[in-house]
T-cell receptor, first 113, second 109 residues
Framework: EPEVTQTPSHQVTQMGQEVILRCVPISNHLYFYWYRQILGQKVEFLVSFYNNEISEKSEIFDDQFSVERPDGSNFTLKIRSTKLEDSAMYFC???????????FGEGSRLTVL | KNEVEQSPQNLTAQEGEFITINCSYS?????LHWLQQHPGGGIVSLFMLSSGKKKHGRLIATINIQEKHSSLHITASHPRDSAVYICAPQGGSNYKLTFGKGTLLTVNP
């Protein structure tokens, strides 16, 4: 069964460091998303990506964040200078159609010290 | 104001009981998702529905678009059903999900 894969599963970093979280969406999917979940809180939307560009981003997705799909398979989330409050589980998701079933990765847990 | 309200927040049941989790939302939607999340774990899509009712095994999801309400039912609950169940309406120009806070279900043997 096709799946969305995310790496790393857990990353610990120092405040101010750059972090890149990687996702490999399902191969024929067209819409890609990053969500995050701070421990004990609900999942929040960060950004959606379609046709090689950001289609929508939330207030959380400030200038410290960026996404790209460099090679047609990977979908990455970069945090340029991490803050303590960036500590969270980050989920990648993809779907073939914009109203189709959504597939989530297992998540990447980011801990900023 | 919360756009998605789930109830109850916590639910403890005995194995075999019938479970109902409710979701009310205020946003306009194209579809609504029910998701399952195990502690420390990933998110699994259970249902996506835009009208009526869907059934997968012991799970049933219903939605009333006019009343902006959806329910998730679990028949003959089992300890392995213990998880957080999340209601997430999908809408907006980019079909993103708006997540509820989730319902923590614990099914005791």
């Amino acid at each position: 069964e096709p799946e969305v894969t995310q790496t790393p599963s857990h990353q610990v970093t120092q405040m101010g460091q750059e972090v890149i979280l990687r996702c490999v969406p399902i191969s024929n999917h067209l819409y890609f998303y990053w969500y995050r979940q701070i421990l004990g809180q609900k999942v929040e939307f960060l950004v959606s990506f379609y046709n090689n560009e950001i289609s929508e981003k939330s207030e959380i997705f400030d200038d410290q964040f960026s996404v790209e799909r460099p090679d047609g398979s990977n979908f990455t989330l970069k945090i340029r200078s991490t803050k303590l409050e960036d500590s969270a589980m980050y989920f990648c998701a993809s779907t073939r159609e914009n109203t189709g079933e959504l597939f989530f990765g297992e998540g990447s847990r980011l801990t900023v010290l | 104001k919360n756009e998605v309200e789930q109830s109850p927040q916590n639910l403890t049941a005995q194995e075999g009981e019938f479970i109902t989790i409710n979701c009310s939302y205020s946003v306009g939607i194209s579809a609504l998702h029910w998701l399952q999340q195990h502690p420390g774990g990933g998110i699994v899509s259970l249902f996506m529905l835009s009208s009526g009712k869907k059934k997968h095994g012991r799970l049933i999801a219903t939605i009333n678009i006019q009343e902006k309400h959806s329910s998730l039912h679990i028949t003959a609950s089992h300890p392995r059903d213990s998880a957080v169940y999340i209601c997430a309406p999908q809408g907006g120009s980019n079909y993103k999900l708006t997540f509820g806070k989730g319902t923590l279900l614990t099914v005791n043997p």
